[in-house]
């Protein structure tokens, strides 16, 4: 994986944020709050939540597992249930 590769690999997992009520992708960021953490809220059913560790996929000991899987074109979703 080359260095331009990895940049973009980041940005993507960086919106890998999913619903914690539907578990859709359909993340729209929402604003902040005090503690200047993000607000997202779901397009799916219109939940709204803060960010949370539980909700990324960003373990580092994962993200050659992740980078395989997106080679490999597996949804987002896939991604999520296979590195959870
Ligand atoms: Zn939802």
């Known amino acids: 994986m080359c260095y331009t590769d990895?940049?973009?690999?980041?940005?993507?997992?960086?919106?890998?944020?999913?619903?914690?009520?539907?578990?859709?992708?359909?993340?729209?960021?929402?604003?902040?709050?005090?503690?200047?953490?993000?607000k997202f809220m779901c397009k799916e059913c219109g939940r709204q939540f803060v960010e949370e560790p539980e909700n990324r996929i960003i373990p580092d000991e994962t993200k050659e597992l992740i980078d395989r899987l997106l080679l490999e074109k597996i949804s987002l979703a896939g991604i999520a249930r296979a590195a959870s």
């Open 6 to 38: 990895q940049k973009i690999f980041q940005k993507e997992v960086h919106f890998i944020i999913f619903c914690p009520v539907c578990k859709s992708e359909r993340i729209v960021k929402n604003g902040s709050i005090h503690n200047k953490k993000q």
